[in-house]
Structures are given as C-alpha cells and as structure tokens.
C-alpha cells in the first residue's frame, strides 16, 4: 500500500479530534480564529469574489457535482473500481472539504456566544418578552402607517434585489456605529443561481463558505428581502449561528435610515417574540396580536403562502439533514436553535 496517497485520509481524524478540542475551548477560538485570523481571510474572499456579478460559489457546486458524476459513471462504465479506492478517494475529498470548511469559516460555530460578546444576558421572563414584544409592535405599527395609509394592505417593496443588497451598506455602517464589531466591507452579495431548488428545500439563503459569497434567493418575497440579505451579511462577519445572524441581521436593518428596512427587521422581531409569546401565555399573546394593524399580518401571509406554494415531500427531509448538521456545528436544538434569537431581542431591548 502507497502511504503517501493514504496521508490526507489520515489526517481527517486529527482534524475531527482538534474540532472537537475547539468546541470546548471557545475563548481561545474567539480570540485566535474570529477576531484576528477569519476577518483577514472574509476581507480576501469577499475583495476577491465580490467582483463578480454572478455567483461563483454556485458554479464551483456545480463543477463539483458534475466531476464527481463523471468520475463515478467513467469508473463504473469502465469496471476500474475497487471498494479500496473509492474509500480512499471519498476520505481524501472529505478531508480536504472539511479543513477547507473550517479553515475558511467553520470556525465561527465554536466561538463565544453572541450574548458573552454583547455582554447581555441569555434567559428572560414572560413579562420581559411581553414588554418588548409591545414596543416591537409599536414601532412595527408606526413604520406599517408611514409606508402604507391604509391599514389592510400589507406593504409593497419596489426596490429591486440589487438596490436592496447596495442598501445593506448603509445598514451595517448605522449599526457599527452602536456595536464597532459589525463593520461590514467588501461587499460581496449574490442571487444565488441554485434559487429554485433552495426554495423547494425551505430555505431563503445561504453563505458559502469557500467564496465567501453571501447567497440570496432570488425567490423569496421583496419585504423579506432587507433581513435576508443582511442574515446572509452576517455569515460574513463571522456569525455562524443561524439564531445570531438573525439578530445582527435584523439589528442591522432596523439601524438603517430605510423605513423599509426597518419594517423588514422589526416585523420579523415582532412576529418571532409573537410566537414566543403564543407558547408561554395564549392571554398575553391574543392581546398584543388584536393591535396589530392587519397590513402586517398580510405581509405575514404573503411569506407564509409563497413557502406554501412550494411544500413537498422532500423538503422535512432536507430541513432534518439541515437540523443534524446544525446540531454537529455546536448548535444542539438544530433547526429549532433559531428561536434563541428570541432571549437576544428580549435582553438587548429591556
């Protein structure tokens, strides 16, 4: 046996076994890897791949996926394959994936939660949420009246994808002002070209983390777009977390001069801390929903009906397989560790 072709294979259990030494040890990751290492490697990325008008991280999947398909169907065709070399080229590709992964952004998982760095704290009463959830309704309300008259009607973006992805620049600076840590730049936000399958899998956007390149889907509706966009931003800077790059994305939006983006954040807060609310005290949660102008209950409805309009048998599938990979990458409640989100609202504001 070659052992030169065995050594990247080798050397994936090293680097399991230095993964899991990270995730116990997160200070020491906050300090070597997200605050110092990581931003010089996003900067490159982004100066190097934001250029771009179109998504190279979607076409390197697909030059990916279509090699390996090739590989398979030459070997096979030509009966050249052996268990012992597809095992050894599947390990070294695994390999490579996985350092590159964690090289580049995976890190992030495993550093200081967002509350440590915010210095707030991570658990909250009922009446706390209560109280914020009211002035997220107000303000939610005051923004719904400034943009549409009419309180039935839900509000209509006429930005397009471009001019709200050139908006969040403006976003992230207003809210640097407040938390120095989130500067945002290079840009470097995409359409994703994967679009129809991400929605017909449930999901409204991506980072890549190879490119860096934050990753859009083109779908999804205009007044989701704004927290979307600066979610996917938030990836960027670091924030691995899907229940942390909900709040630094709706932060930023809501620190915007854009009363559209601000709709945007305080809506999606609003109707998070709702349904937080919904599960602790219905009472409490009837009462604050009937003062809700019903234009925003229709924006509700609008992201609820086009996700709707794409359910299908597979995508329970693709959100466990999403779950298990978020419960690997230190996020214990998978899918469900989004509504931690819920205790950074409540904490930031009270």
């Known amino acids: 046996m070659n052992l030169k072709k065995w050594i990247l294979p080798i050397i994936l259990p090293v680097q399991i076994l230095f993964i899991k030494w990270a995730s116990n040890h997160s200070l020491w990751v906050e300090e070597n890897y997200s605050q110092v290492l990581y931003p010089q490697i996003s900067k490159l990325l982004r100066s190097i791949f934001g250029v771009f008008p179109f998504s190279v991280g979607d076409i390197l999947y697909l030059i990916i996926a279509i090699n390996i398909l090739a590989f398979i169907f030459k070997k096979i065709r030509k009966r050249q394959v052996t268990f012992q070399e597809v095992v050894r080229k599947s390990l070294v590709l695994a390999s490579v994936i996985y350092f590159a992964f964690h090289l580049l952004w995976g890190l992030n998982y495993y550093r200081n939660p967002l509350h440590k760095i915010l210095q707030i704290e991570d658990k909250y009463t009922t009446d706390q949420l209560e109280q914020v959830t009211l002035k997220l309704l107000k303000k939610s309300n005051e923004l719904h009246q400034q943009i549409e008259a009419v309180d039935s009607l839900a509000v209509t973006f006429q930005y397009t994808t471009e001019q709200i992805f050139d908006r969040t620049i403006e ?77 630094i994305g709706v932060m930023a939006c809501m620190n915007s ?94």
């Not at 854009?258 to 109707?271: E, K, N």
């Not at 009937?290 to 794409?310: C, H, Q, T, V």
């Not at 779950?323 to 009270?350: P, W």
Request: aromatic letters at 18%; proline letters at 6%.
């Open 171 to 247: 976003a992230y600076n207003e809210l640097h002002k407040k938390i120095p840590k989130l500067k945002y730049a290079p840009k470097s936000i995409k359409k994703s070209m994967l679009s129809i399958p991400l929605t017909y899998m449930g999901f409204s956007g991506y980072l890549n983390p190879f490119t860096n390149e934050a990753q859009v889907n083109r779908l999804i509706v205009p007044y989701k777009m704004p927290t979307t966009s600066c979610h996917e931003e938030a990836h960027q800077l670091g924030f691995a977390k899907e229940n942390e790059a909900n709040f």
């Open 257 to 350: 001069n854009d009363p559209y983006f601000q709709y945007s954040g305080y809506t999606f807060a609003l109707r998070y801390c709702l349904h937080e609310l919904y599960l602790r005290d219905y009472q409490k949660f009837i009462c604050i929903k009937e003062k809700m102008r019903p234009g925003i209950l229709k924006n509700y409805d609008e992201s609820r009906e086009f996700w709707l309009a794409y359910d299908n048998p597979l995508e329970p599938l693709f959100k466990l397989f999403y779950g298990e990979f978020l419960k690997v990458n230190n996020q214990s409640k998978g899918i469900n560790s989004y509504n931690y989100v819920v205790a950074l609202f409540v904490n930031y504001f009270i």
